[in-house]
């Protein structure tokens, strides 16, 4: 008892204690409030239509756009389409080429082709493949009832004008009956063609593993480099100090990426760009991870921590790694632009599943500003705060 009493007394038991509490609370509302009415907003999903064929194509178009929940945009090049594809700015492309209306005509099987964009949240590629598969299905009842009724209509118009002896009437319209029943009631093929896709697996949660493993690591970091500057600002001006943390994140930013280069080497997870393009995003993300994390930290204090989890769990829900953002209400949308794991996700998309380098370069710019803004407002905030050791020199010369 005497043992549980002395920890009573200690303020960090408590702090502690509330940590867990503030978990719990602060991702229980953040992963309800962002992921509540998801499915309402299907209708921000975008997929792109190229139709080569002017007759049933032309049907398909019309029936793929009233059925779908999707925004559906159309194009004339497969080329422009893919592009967006890969910039993530549509999720399906649905191409039906010229030869389809006269593969039906023929008795011939006729394909439509789906592109599926691989580097993507988990929800949005099943959204797609399962959208593929219930057009392909709706596509094929509608042409079996078409070509089922083109041929009754033509035997209805053509027989009675025909001089069949009455005895074989009744066997001739068993016989096409038959020939009816027997037509192919899945004469449509769905092509799904997956782009920039990977054979393995796990590959699929590298981008999530990421933002989770660098800014957790970021967090504690700061938290007990936090710790660390009480102790130090007994001897060290307030500029110091600060100076000195830079030079830490800065060293250890530099350093991280080499093991994140290496662990994905072991586990053979290739990457799209080269060595030293990921060495240099990796060292911006994790160099903005800490200084994001750092920010609350100085303006706060010990407090800052509260913040952290909040970030923490925040840009978990809004990066699109597990539900792509446009799914999610606007607020969640707006605030995502400001977190560094929004482009840390969509720049490990490219370098682990592969499309446009243009993206990755994007991502960097934007991380870069990141840095560039957190840096500016813990400068100002230590600017602001007076040097709490009045006395360095005099505890210097007695050291």
């Given at each position: 008892?005497?043992?549980?009493?002395?920890?009573?007394?200690?303020?960090?038991?408590?702090?502690?204690?509330?940590?867990?509490?503030?978990?719990?609370?602060?991702?229980?509302?953040?992963?309800?409030?962002?992921?509540?009415?998801?499915?309402?907003?299907?209708?921000?999903?975008?997929?792109?239509?190229?139709?080569?064929?002017?007759?049933?194509?032309?049907?398909?178009?019309?029936?793929?756009?009233?059925?779908?929940?999707?925004?559906?945009?159309?194009?004339?090049?497969?080329?422009?389409?893919?592009?967006?594809?890969?910039?993530?700015?549509?999720?399906?492309?649905?191409?039906?080429?010229?030869?389809?209306?006269?593969?039906?005509?023929?008795?011939?099987?006729?394909?439509?082709?789906?592109?599926?964009?691989?580097?993507?949240?988990?929800?949005?590629?099943?959204?797609?493949?399962?959208?593929?598969?219930?057009?392909?299905?709706?596509?094929?009842?509608?042409?079996?009832?078409?070509?089922?009724?083109?041929?009754?209509?033509?035997?209805?118009?053509?027989?009675?004008?025909?001089?069949?002896?009455?005895?074989?009437?009744?066997?001739?319209?068993?016989?096409?009956?038959?020939?009816?029943?027997?037509?192919?009631?899945?004469?449509?093929?769905?092509?799904?063609?997956?782009?920039?896709?990977?054979?393995k697996f796990a590959a699929n949660l590298v981008p999530l593993m990421i933002i989770i493993s660098s800014f957790v690591g970021a967090m504690v970091m700061i938290m007990q480099h936090q710790e660390a500057a009480h102790t130090a600002k007994k001897v060290l001006s307030k500029w110091e100090l600060f100076v000195s943390r830079q030079l830490i994140n800065m060293s250890v930013a530099l350093l991280l990426p080499?093991?994140?280069?290496?662990?994905?080497?072991?586990?053979?997870?290739?990457?799209?760009?080269?060595?030293?393009?990921?060495?240099?995003?990796?060292?911006?993300?994790?160099?903005?991870?800490?200084?994001?994390?750092?920010?609350?930290?100085?303006?706060?204090?010990?407090?800052?921590?509260?913040?952290?989890?909040?970030?923490?769990?925040?840009?978990?829900?809004?990066?699109?790694?597990?539900?792509?953002?446009?799914?999610?209400?606007?607020?969640?949308?707006?605030?995502?632009?400001?977190?560094?794991?929004?482009?840390?996700?969509?720049?490990?998309?490219?370098?682990?599943?592969?499309?446009?380098?243009?993206?990755?370069?994007?991502?960097?710019?934007?991380?870069?500003?990141?840095?560039?803004?957190?840096?500016?407002?813990?400068?100002?905030?230590?600017?602001?705060?007076?040097?709490?050791?009045?006395?360095?020199?005099?505890?210097?010369?007695?050291?």
């Amino acid at each position: 008892m005497k043992g549980l009493n002395t920890l009573l007394k200690i303020r960090e038991t408590y702090l502690g204690i509330a940590a867990a509490i503030l978990f719990q609370l602060i991702f229980f509302i953040v992963w309800m409030t962002a992921y509540d009415g998801v499915n309402d907003r299907l209708g921000n999903l975008k997929i792109g239509l190229i139709n080569h064929d002017m007759v049933i194509g032309e049907e398909i178009v019309r029936e793929v756009q009233q059925k779908l929940p999707f925004q559906a945009d159309m194009y004339t090049s497969i080329e422009q389409a893919k592009a967006d594809l890969d910039e993530r700015m549509i999720e399906m492309v649905i191409e039906i080429p010229s030869s389809f209306t006269e593969s039906i005509q023929l008795g011939q099987n006729a394909n439509i082709v789906y592109w599926i964009n691989q580097a993507n949240a988990s929800l949005t590629k099943t959204l797609m493949e399962n959208s593929a598969v219930q057009i392909n299905d709706s596509v094929n009842r509608s042409l079996y009832a078409y070509q089922k009724n083109e041929v009754i209509s033509q035997f209805t118009k053509e027989v009675p004008q025909l001089p069949i002896p009455a005895e074989l009437a009744q066997p001739l319209g068993e016989s096409i009956t038959s020939m009816v029943n027997s037509l192919n009631d899945n004469p449509i093929n769905a092509e799904i063609q997956k782009t920039n896709a990977v054979d393995k697996f796990a590959a699929n949660l590298v981008p999530l593993m990421i933002i989770i493993s660098s800014f957790v690591g970021a967090m504690v970091m700061i938290m007990q480099h936090q710790e660390a500057a009480h102790t130090a600002k007994k001897v060290l001006s307030k500029w110091e100090l600060f100076v000195s943390r830079q030079l830490i994140n800065m060293s250890v930013a530099l350093l991280l990426p080499i093991l994140t280069m290496l662990l994905m080497n072991i586990f053979h997870i290739s990457s799209h760009v080269s060595w030293l393009t990921l060495y240099i995003f990796q060292s911006l993300l994790f160099f903005s991870f800490l200084l994001f994390a750092q920010v609350f930290v100085l303006v706060f204090g010990n407090l800052g921590m509260i913040f952290n989890i909040l970030a923490l769990s925040l840009q978990l829900v809004t990066s699109g790694v597990l539900v792509p953002k446009t799914m999610l209400s606007d607020w969640y949308i707006n605030v995502a632009s400001f977190l560094p794991a929004t482009y840390g996700a969509d720049g490990y998309y490219t370098i682990v599943f592969g499309g446009s380098k243009t993206g990755i370069l994007n991502n960097i710019y934007s991380l870069c500003i990141v840095i560039a803004i957190t840096l500016i407002i813990s400068t100002v905030t230590v600017a602001l705060k007076r040097n709490q050791n009045k006395d360095v020199m005099t505890d210097v010369s007695a050291i």
